[in-house]
């Protein structure tokens, strides 16, 4: 089974601060993907990347940026967090590029004060 | 802009009858179609994928496609209260952007027992 962990489910943090979500998977997968899940927005793509040191940029990249190092871990990072920031966050990896589907992290709530 | 579009429910079944959800997509070389559930609280899971035209059954759940008409559709058989949840339609579209899903933004299903 795929496996992917998201090292925090629950972050409270403050107006301003650094905030680093990790993702990591243990299946060889090249592509990664971070969406945020808001009520009444539905899942949003932030970023996704293709291999490692690769990232583009999904459909609401503002005030987020990311880090591929190395092919198994994906990390999101907010460099100084704002409170319309609170969300979940969830990460993806894709198992087949030919086909589309997706396996989700079991997701980061993050709330910021 | 290329949307899925969902019935945002909720929509109320009793235990034991077909719940059929729905979904429409705007991107006419949309090539790949998911169904994802989500429990309250909890990521997406996948549960379907389709790719061509026509029904594809799994246990109680069958997706159907249908290309022309830009529709795809869930429908659970035998509805248990245990397939409350919210659930995800999610289309990978053809030309640019082609490696991203477009998620609608989901209904709700309750199983009434």
């Known amino acids: 089974d795929v496996k992917v962990t998201q090292s925090s489910r629950y972050l409270v943090k403050r107006t301003g601060e650094k905030v680093f979500l990790e993702c990591v998977q243990d299946m060889d997968h090249e592509n990664m993907f971070w969406y945020r899940q808001d009520p009444g927005l539905g899942l949003r793509l932030i970023y996704f990347?293709?291999?490692?040191?690769?990232?583009e940029k999904g459909d609401i990249p503002e005030g987020y940026s990311v880090s591929r190092e190395k092919k198994e871990r994906f990390s999101l990072i907010l460099e100084s967090a704002s409170t319309n920031q609170t969300s979940m966050y969830l990460c993806?990896?894709?198992?087949?590029?030919?086909?589309?589907?997706?396996?989700f992290g079991e997701g980061s709530r993050l709330t910021v004060l | 802009q290329k949307e899925v579009e969902q019935n945002s429910g909720p929509l109320s079944v009793p235990e034991g009858a077909i719940a059929s959800l729905n979904c429409t997509y705007s991107d006419r070389g949309s090539q790949s179609f998911f169904w994802y559930r989500q429990y309250s609280g909890k990521s997406p899971e996948l549960i379907m994928s389709?790719?061509?035209?026509g029904d594809k059954e799994d246990g109680r759940f069958t997706a159907q496609l249908n290309k022309a008409s830009q529709y795809v559709s869930l429908l659970i058989r035998d509805s248990q209260p245990s397939d409350s949840a919210t659930y995800l339609c999610?289309?990978?579209?053809?030309?640019?952007?082609?490696?991203?899903?477009?998620f609608g933004k989901g209904t709700k299903l309750s199983v009434i027992p």
């Open positions: 993806a990896t894709r198992a087949n590029p030919n086909t589309g589907e997706l396996f």
């Open positions: 999610a289309v990978r579209h053809s030309g640019a952007g082609s490696y991203q899903l477009t």
């Open positions: 990347s293709y291999d490692v040191k690769m990232k």
């Open positions: 389709i790719y061509s035209n």
